[in-house]
């Protein structure tokens, strides 16, 4: 399974951007997507994920400012970004688990909030 994610870049604090991810070549269902993210010298962390049927789960510190969505059809996963913050730049990654066989990973989109 291939994924590759586009959307990344510079934007000022209170500002928004989009991420999305396709996924490509999975012979199996893809079950979940998501989006995870390692900062400077942090460990990679979840952000958002979201389920085949649409059921979503978010880290804490993105509430109410993230929102993930995925359109099945395309095997697609988007990340929806608002009043971003300093603390949100990251590598963001994007995830697929398939079963049977495992979770893909994409390589990876920067995102930099500005102060």
């Known amino acids: 399974v291939q994924l590759q994610a586009s959307g990344g870049g510079l934007v000022q604090a209170g500002g928004s951007l989009r991420l999305s991810c396709a996924a490509s070549g999975s012979r199996f269902v893809i079950s979940h997507m998501g989006w995870y993210r390692q900062a400077p010298g942090k460990q990679r962390e979840l952000v958002a994920i979201?389920?085949?049927?649409?059921?979503?789960n978010y880290a804490d510190s993105v509430k109410d400012r993230f929102t993930v969505s995925r359109d099945n059809a395309k095997n697609a996963v988007y990340l929806q970004m608002n009043s971003l913050k300093v603390d949100d730049t990251a590598v963001y990654y994007c995830s697929a688990l398939t079963v049977p066989a495992g979770t893909y990973w994409g390589p990876g989109t920067l995102v930099t909030v500005s102060s």
């Open positions: 979201i389920t085949r049927s649409g059921n979503t």
